[in-house]
């Protein structure tokens, strides 16, 4: 399995940036996957998941409203759409993807340690 983000940079406040993640060996239409991210000195922690068979959908309530998470299965990419960004958003922001055939929905890829597979992460700078 490899998971690979690309779409992070620098961008001021209130801007926008889609992130991207190619899953490589990963069934996006089957298992759950998730958007993390970590800022210095801090714990990482998730953003948003979506649900593999079903698409449902979960998002820590920072960015509820400004962040939109998807996914294309033909293309097996996942996405993570950020609108109205602020500093507080700027992080290295990590995908994650989860094997597990009885625990597909989002609800099952919120915690780190339910987490099976990591990206190499991709730097969010958000300047004020």
């Known amino acids: 399995v490899r998971l690979v983000e690309s779409g992070g940079g620098s961008i001021q406040a209130g801007g926008s940036l889609k992130l991207s993640c190619v899953a490589s060996?990963?069934?996006?239409?089957?298992?759950?996957m998730a958007w993390f991210r970590q800022a210095p000195g801090k714990e990482r922690e998730r953003v948003a998941s979506?649900?593999?068979?079903?698409?449902?959908?979960i998002y820590t309530d920072s960015v509820r409203g400004r962040f939109v998470i998807t996914k294309d299965n033909a293309k097996n990419t996942l996405y993570l759409q950020m609108n109205s960004l602020k500093p507080e958003d700027s992080a290295i922001y990590y995908c994650?993807?989860?094997?597990?055939?009885?625990?597909?929905?989002?609800?099952?890829?919120?915690?780190?340690?339910?987490?099976?597979?990591w990206g190499q992460g991709t730097d969010v700078t958000v300047s004020s």
């Open positions: 979506i649900g593999g068979r079903a698409g449902d959908r």
């Open positions: 060996n990963f069934d996006t239409s089957t298992y759950c």
């Open positions: 994650a993807g989860r094997i597990d055939d009885s625990r597909t929905s989002a609800g099952q890829c919120i915690a780190v340690s339910e987490i099976d597979y």
